[in-house]
T-cell receptor, first 112, second 116 residues
Framework: DAKTTQPPSMDCAEGRAANLPCNHS???????VYWYRQIHSQGPQYIIH???NNETNEMASLIITEDRKSSTLILPHATLRDTAVYYC?????????????FGTGTRLTVIP | GAVVSQHPSRVICKSGTSVKIECRSL??????MFWYRQFPKQSLMLMAT?????????EQGVEKDKFLINHASLTLSTLTVTSAHPEDSSFYIC????????????FGQGTRLTVV
């Protein structure tokens, strides 16, 4: 699986958009980009995933660059409850969400 | 989304005793479940893959005789930490993708194990 690089921490003002970047320059054509988050002392929560096209759901938007070497998770209106560690994970189509390997992630702090 | 329930959420045990942690998929079947461990301020590390009706597969460095995994049904996997020691104190988390679908994994709420 392709390795991902994320900034260790970010701050965001409450009500503003939080843009979390992820680099995955070695991604191959059959690998998805997944995003999960982990609120303190809880299990990870699935946010969104995508292959090539941008994706949006009720939680977030995922923007994948045309060359697929990087992506950005966007939380459009961050709230205090969005404070968490966000993980960007790249996985093959066949493997999918099975046995995910988590990196260090980005610790997002939403500030009142 | 689908729900994975983990029990107990918190347990304190004496050194040398065994602790069993349950992971249940409440509204879907899971032929495979995954067990992770997370030490303070670290990321999740995959320990083992639990396979319904067959032996679990363990990641390198994880002792299979110490961390016993049983996946006797399509909705339940258990992790037993045998002869627990203080260094086994950690946050244990299970996850399960729905059988036949692997587009997202559902995680339990985790179990905080403290060995004293």
């Amino acid at each position: 699986d392709a390795k991902t690089t994320q900034p260790p921490s970010m701050d965001c003002a409450e009500g503003r958009a939080a843009n979390l970047p992820c680099n995955h320059s070695t991604i191959s054509g059959n690998e998805y980009v997944y995003w999960y988050r982990q609120i303190h002392s809880q299990g990870p929560q699935y946010i969104i995933h995508g292959l090539k096209n941008n994706e949006t759901n009720e939680m977030a938007s995922l923007i994948i660059t045309e060359d697929r070497k990087s992506s950005t998770l966007i939380l459009p209106h961050a709230t205090l409850r969005d404070t968490a560690v966000y993980y960007c994970i790249v996985r093959g189509v066949q493997t999918g969400a099975n046995n995910l390997f988590f990196g260090t992630g980005t610790r997002l702090t939403v500030i009142p | 989304g689908a729900v994975v329930s983990q029990h107990p959420s918190r347990v304190i045990c004496k050194s040398g005793t065994s602790v069993k942690i349950e992971c249940r998929s409440l509204d879907f079947q899971a032929t495979t479940m995954f067990w992770y461990r997370q030490f303070p301020k670290q990321s999740l590390m995959l320990m083992a893959t639990s396979n319904e009706g067959s032996k679990a597969t363990y990641e390198q460095g994880v002792e299979k005789d110490k961390f016993l995994i049983n996946h006797a049904s399509l909705t339940l996997s258990t992790l037993t930490v045998t002869s627990a020691h203080p260094e086994d104190s950690s946050f244990y988390i299970c996850s399960a993708p729905e059988a036949g679908k692997n587009t997202e994994a559902f995680f339990g709420q985790g179990t905080r194990l403290t060995v004293v």
